[in-house]
C-alpha cells in the first residue's frame, strides 16, 4: 500500500473546529475536494484532490478501490482521529478500510455523495407547499451511487450544526455532521449501511454555541417503545394495500346522505391479554374489527395513534406525528390493521392533533434552539390548559408540517377521516385565557386569522388529493360554517361535533324523572340548530372519565332505572338527527369510568342487563343503516319533523324523521316510569305500522310492555297529522315504528 503524498493544507482552526464538532460546513472540509484554491483553505497542490475522513477511534485508515483494493494509507494529521490524503487528478472511486481496536473494516464514506434534495424539493419547501414533505425529510432508506444506507434530512434552520447519533457511531455527534442547504434551513447526509430499524436521534448545537438535549425526528415513520424516545430508521410503510374496490367506494360511505355510526376506540384499553399485556395491531385486527363489524358500526374511531411518551396523555400529547406507535407494533401491522377494517367494509377515522404539542426535551419544543415550530410569545405559544406548546401556523414551514403529515396518514395508511382535536382552541386567540392572557389578531380581534387559512387550506388539500375521505372538527363553540365548503366562506371540514347536543341531553338524562319536566327544552334546544352544520353526536371519551362516571352511571334511579333510561336516551340518539358516535364500554354499559391502564369489563355480558344494552345498540345500528328516513337527511331541516314536543309534564317526545322519497320513521319517547296506556299520537301516513324498536323490549332487559308489534293508523288526523293511533307508552322507554 502506497503511503500518503504531500501536506495537507487545512488551517488548525478548522481542524479543531471539525474534531471538537463545532464545524458548521463539514462537507466543505471531509470527502474529496480540488486541492487548487478551493475548500476552506489555501489548497493550491496543483492539479489534485484532496481526501479526508473523520475516524476518531480509528488507528490506521486507508483508501481501498471499489473491489477493496489496497490505494494508499492515509496521513494522521490531528491526533484526535482526522485523517488526510492528496492524490494526483480527481479522487478515484474509493472505499475506506478502517482499523480499530485490532479490527479492520471496510466503510463507504458519507461526505463522497452529494445532496439528497433535489432543485424542485428546495423550491416546493422554501414556499410551504411541498403536499409529500415526508418523502424527502426524515429518514429513507435508499441507494446512492450503487451503496445502499439511509438519507436523512431535518428542518432546523438557526442550529450552528447538527449530526446524526446511533449505535453506528457511538452517539458520537462529531462523527457524522450533516451538510446545511442553507436555502431552506434543512440539514441533510447520506450514511452508508445503516440498516432497517436502527435507532437514532438528532445532536443540535444551538445559534448561541449551545449544546441541545438529543431530538428525536420530527418526520421519524417509526420510534422505539415508550418510555425509549430515539426514532428508528423504517421509510415509508411498505404494506401492500387491497383495499382497492372500499377506497372507490368510501366517498359514498362519508357522505352525509349515508348511515355514519362511529365506534370510538382507545386500541391500548379496549379489551388485553392475560397479565393486562397490550394486544398488537394483528390481535386488534382480528378481534375489534369483527366486533364492530357484528355491532353494526359503520366506522371505528381510533383515538391518536401518533407516537406519545405519555400514556396518559391517551396520545394527545404526540411527538412523533409520522410514526404509529410501537406500543402496539410495527407501521406494517398499522397498516394491515386499516386494511383488515376494508376488507370487513369498515371505515377508520383517526384522532388527528394539529393544535399543541408536549414540552418533553427530545421532541419540538425549541427544536433549533428558537422556538421553531411554536410561538415565542407565551400568550401564542402555550396552553394553559395543557400545559403544552402551540404550533406557529403563521410560519410557512410548520403549517406545510403539518398539512404533510395529513395527507401522510391519508395516503400512506388509507385512512378514511380525519377527525380533528381541539378545534375550538385553534380558532380563538383567547381560548381559555384571561384578559390580558392573549395577542389579538392583525385586526385587533380574537379570531385566529392563520388557523382559519390552515383550516381552509388542509380542506382543500384533501379534497384535490384524497377525494372521499372525511374530515370531522371536534369545535365546541359557534363559529360559523365549520363544516361548510370553503367556496363558501366555511372552513371545509365534512362534519362537526355536537358538543351542544351532548352536553344538553346528557344534562336531561341525569335529572330525576319527576323533575324531567322542567327541563324539557334540554332534548328540544338542539333542534333549533341542528342543521346548521353538518353534525355528529358524540359520546365520546370525555363524557366518561376525569370523575365524570359512565354513561350508565349518569341515569338516575335504580338499577332497572338506569339501563331502561339509556336504552331510551340510545334510541333518541340513534334516531336523532346527526350521524352517531359511541365510546367503547357505552354499547354494554360499562359500569365503572374508563381508565387507559385496563381492559373494558367485558365480563358484565354475562349479566342480561348489559347484553340487552349490546343487543339493543346492535339492532339501532342495524335500523339505521337500513331505514333511509333515519339517514338520508341527517343534515337538512327537510328530514325533521316534530309530531308533538309539548308534552312536557308526561315528559312525552314524538318526531318523524323522513327519506328523501318522503318515507317516515317515527319515533316516540316516554322518559317516565309510568306506562301511559291509550296514548293517542298523529302519524304522516296510514295503514299498518311496525314497532322497529321497542326499548322495553324483555330481550333488552325491559318490562316487555308492548303494541303487538304491528299496529294501524286511523285516518282521523291529530298533532297537525293526517292520521292517528294510539299506542301504549312503555315506561322509560322509546318506541320507532315505520310502515309496515
Not at 5 to 16: K, S, Y
Not at 467 to 474: R, S
Request: one cysteine or more; hydrophobic letters at 40%; charged letters at 20%.
Amino acid at each position: 500500500m502506497a503511503e500518503p503524498r504531500g501536506a495537507d493544507p487545512l488551517l488548525p482552526q478548522a481542524a479543531e473546529a471539525l474534531v471538537s464538532g463545532r464545524h458548521a460546513d463539514p462537507f466543505a472540509i471531509l470527502g474529496p475536494h480540488r486541492a487548487h484554491g478551493g475548500g476552506t483553505a489555501q489548497e493550491a497542490a496543483g492539479a489534485a484532490t484532496v481526501i479526508r475522513v473523520f475516524k476518531p477511534h480509528a488507528e490506521h485508515v486507508a483508501l481501498v478501490d471499489m473491489h477493496d483494493a489496497p490505494i494508499a494509507s492515509m496521513a494522521r494529521i490531528h491526533p484526535d482521529g482526522l485523517f488526510s490524503i492528496l492524490v494526483d487528478g480527481e479522487a478515484p472511486p474509493y472505499r475506506l478500510s478502517v482499523t480499530a481496536g485490532g479490527t479492520t473494516c471496510i466503510e463507504d464514506d458519507p461526505y463522497r455523495f452529494g445532496p439528497l434534495l433535489g432543485d424542485l424539493d428546495i423550491h416546493l419547501i422554501g414556499e410551504g407547499a411541498h403536499k409529500r414533505l415526508y418523502e424527502r425529510l426524515g429518514a429513507h432508506p435508499i441507494r446512492m451511487e450503487g451503496v445502499e444506507g439511509v438519507g436523512f434530512a431535518v428542518w432546523a434552520p438557526n442550529a450552528r450544526r447538527v449530526s446524526v447519533v446511533g449505535d453506528f457511531n457511538g452517539w458520537d455527534g462529531r462523527r457524522h455532521p450533516m451538510r446545511l442547504r442553507i436555502e431552506v434551513g434543512v440539514w441533510e447526509i447520506f450514511i452508508p449501511h445503516v440498516a432497517a430499524g436502527t435507532p437514532y436521534k438528532f445532536e443540535l448545537i444551538g445559534p448561541h454555541g449551545q449544546l441541545l438535549p438529543l431530538r428525536s425526528d420530527p418526520f421519524a415513520f417509526a420510534a422505539e417503545e415508550p418510555p425509549r424516545t430515539a426514532a428508528k430508521v423504517h421509510g415509508l410503510p411498505t404494506h401492500t394495500f387491497r383495499d382497492g374496490p372500499f377506497v372507490d367506494a368510501r366517498a359514498r360511505a362519508n357522505d352525509r346522505k349515508s348511515p355514519i355510526s362511529i365506534y370510538e376506540v382507545h386500541l391500548g384499553s379496549w379489551r388485553r391479554k392475560d397479565g393486562n399485556t397490550l394486544l398488537d395491531y394483528d390481535e386488534l385486527a382480528q378481534t375489534l374489527i369483527p366486533y364492530a363489524k357484528d355491532m353494526g358500526f359503520t366506522h371505528i374511531e381510533l383515538m391518536p395513534v401518533s407516537e406519545h411518551p405519555f400514556d396518559g396523555s391517551w396520545g394527545y400529547q404526540p411527538v412523533g406525528l409520522y410514526a404509529p406507535t410501537s406500543r402496539f407494533g410495527s407501521p406494517e401491522g398499522f397498516a394491515r390493521l386499516v386494511d383488515a377494517a376494508h376488507g370487513a367494509g369498515l371505515g377508520i377515522i383517526i384522532d388527528w392533533v394539529p393544535a399543541h404539542f408536549p414540552t418533553d426535551a427530545h421532541g419540538l419544543g425549541r427544536f433549533d434552539g428558537t422556538h421553531l415550530y411554536e410561538h415565542q410569545d407565551p400568550k401564542e405559544g402555550f396552553h394553559l390548559d395543557w400545559n403544552t406548546l402551540i404550533y406557529n401556523l403563521g410560519r410557512k414551514e410548520v403549517a406545510n408540517f403539518l398539512l404533510a403529515n395529513a395527507l401522510f396518514w391519508l395516503k400512506n395508511y388509507h385512512v378514511d377521516g380525519l377527525r380533528v382535536d381541539a378545534v375550538a382552541s385553534m380558532l380563538y386567540r383567547d381560548y381559555s385565557r384571561q384578559d390580558g392572557e392573549w395577542v389579538p389578531n392583525i385586526y385587533g380581534g380574537r379570531e385566529n386569522l392563520e388557523s382559519i387559512a390552515f383550516f381552509r387550506t388542509l380542506s382543500q388539500h384533501i379534497w384535490e388529493d384524497c377525494p372521499g375521505v372525511m374530515t370531522a372538527a371536534e369545535e365546541s363553540t359557534a363559529f360559523p360554517n365549520v363544516s361548510r365548503p370553503v367556496e363558501e366562506g366555511g372552513l371545509g371540514f365534512d362534519y362537526k361535533w355536537n358538543m351542544g347536543w351532548m352536553h344538553d341531553t346528557l344534562r336531561y338524562m341525569s335529572k330525576d324523572p319527576v323533575h324531567r319536566r322542567h327541563h324539557h327544552n334540554d332534548l328540544t334546544f338542539g333542534l333549533l340548530y341542528a342543521f346548521s352544520e353538518s353534525f355528529i353526536l358524540p359520546l365520546s371519551h370525555d363524557e366518561v372519565v376525569h370523575g365524570k362516571g359512565s354513561l350508565i352511571a349518569k341515569m338516575p334511579g335504580d338499577a332497572w332505572q338506569r339501563f331502561a333510561n339509556l336504552r331510551a336516551y340510545f334510541a333518541f340518539m340513534w334516531t336523532h338527527p346527526g350521524k352517531k358516535l359511541l365510546f367503547m364500554g357505552g354499547e354494554f354499559a360499562q359500569l365503572r369510568e374508563w381508565t387507559h391502564e385496563q381492559s373494558l369489563d367485558w365480563h358484565l355480558l354475562a349479566d342480561g342487563a348489559h347484553k340487552g344494552i349490546q343487543d339493543l345498540v346492535r339492532d339501532l345500528n342495524s335500523l339505521y343503516c337500513s331505514t333511509p328516513a333515519l339517514h338520508e337527511q341527517d343534515c337538512v331541516p327537510q328530514g325533521f319533523q316534530w309530531i308533538d314536543a309539548s308534552h312536557a309534564e308526561a315528559s312525552i317526545f314524538i318526531f318523524a324523521r323522513y327519506a328523501e322519497d318522503g318515507s317516515p320513521a317515527v319515533t316516540i319517547l316516554n322518559f317516565t316510569p309510568v306506562v301511559r296506556g291509550n296514548y293517542k299520537i298523529g302519524l304522516p301516513r296510514g295503514g299498518r305500522w311496525r314497532e322497529a324498536i321497542n326499548t322495553d323490549g324483555r330481550h333488552y332487559g325491559g318490562s316487555g310492555v308492548d303494541n303487538g308489534g304491528v299496529v294501524a293508523a286511523s285516518d282521523e288526523g291529530y298533532h297537525g297529522q293526517p292520521h292517528s293511533i294510539s299506542l301504549t307508552l312503555p315506561p322509560l322507554a322509546a318506541l320507532v315504528l315505520v310502515p309496515d
